[in-house]
């Protein structure tokens, strides 16, 4: 298993990201929310985790070693793969999960692109006993369990990290806002790697 990797990042795309390993250029699916934090040119650690198929090798990476750990324990339940489980992390930080299985929180499943509300119910039943507690108390929990950051804000850092000038960044937001404001008038989490491809669609058509 590659537990991580470690290196400068070579490219950033909207949903992959390309350390440089040892003269090699290994590519790496991750959250928008990962993403941000990846800069061209500067020294990465990604957790990861290996997902074999008979046609393809897939490395998946994470921000640190809980996220990996979520990011497994999510597939051990029927009908999640890694595309699934990467979405639920897409939209809920690992505690922000644990606290919707803990508390039977239908709504926040069904918020991740994909998740019906029988598929949410069948996912609490079946991950109530695995992921467990939130790591967090107190003050801490609430501010781990609240979620990813404002869509506007992870979607700006996102693109930062793409090598867009700050004023295109904020350009392509608000390109982007209708869709973000259908998504919380309906009550579910706007899908940031869906905001973030329209995003980049809105700034080629403008360059």
């Not at 949903?15 to 990962?34: H, I, K, L, N, R």
């Not at 390109?175 to 669609?201: F, K, N």
Request: proline content about 6%; hydrophobic content about 45%.
């Amino acid at each position: 298993m590659i537990a991580f990797v470690s290196g400068p990042v070579a490219a950033i795309a909207p949903g992959s990201a390309v350390v440089e390993v040892g003269g090699f250029g290994v590519a790496v699916q991750c959250t928008p929310d990962t993403l941000s934090g990846l800069r061209l040119g500067e020294q990465a650690r990604l957790a990861t985790s290996l997902v074999v198929r008979e046609d393809s090798l897939t490395l998946y990476g994470f921000a640190d070693d809980d996220e990996r750990q979520v990011f497994e324990l999510l597939q051990t339940a029927s009908g999640v793969g890694p595309r699934l489980a990467q979405a639920m992390l897409a939209v809920h930080r690992p505690d922000a999960l644990r606290l919707a299985v803990s508390t039977g929180d239908e709504k926040a499943l069904t918020a991740v692109p994909g998740i019906g509300k029988k598929g949410a119910q069948k996912l609490l039943l079946e991950l109530r006993d695995r992921l467990g507690e939130p790591l967090g108390t107190g003050a801490a929990a609430r501010a781990k369990t609240s979620g990813p950051a404002a869509w506007s804000e992870q979607l700006h850092t996102a693109l930062i990290g793409l090598g867009y000038a700050p004023r295109e960044a904020d350009e392509a937001v608000a390109a982007v806002g209708p869709q973000a404001e259908e998504a919380l008038a309906a009550g579910t989490a706007p899908p940031v790697p869906q905001l973030l491809r329209a995003a980049l669609q809105s700034l080629n058509r403008t360059r």
